[in-house]
């Protein structure tokens, strides 16, 4: 819905680490840019962390959908 903020929740299983390195980081920023490209969305917050992240993101309206 827009203009309501989701929080998002991604954790390893069993407290495993997600991002091993700081190329693990990076790439998982450049896979959120390209879907920033396909599907707009405002991030308010994030906290990445080796184990998981969290972050709170809203969609924007676009009127060409």
Not at 27 to 50: D, G, N, R, V
Request: hydrophobic share 40%; proline share 6%.
């Amino acid at each position: 819905m827009p203009h309501l903020f989701y929080h998002i929740v991604c954790r390893g299983n069993r407290r495993d680490p997600l991002f091993k390195e700081v190329n693990d980081f990076r790439a998982f920023l450049h896979i959120l840019e390209q879907l920033h490209e396909k599907i707009p969305f405002e991030i308010a917050s994030y906290c990445f962390m080796t184990n998981g992240l969290r972050a709170c993101h809203a969609p924007k309206i676009v009127e060409d959908w």
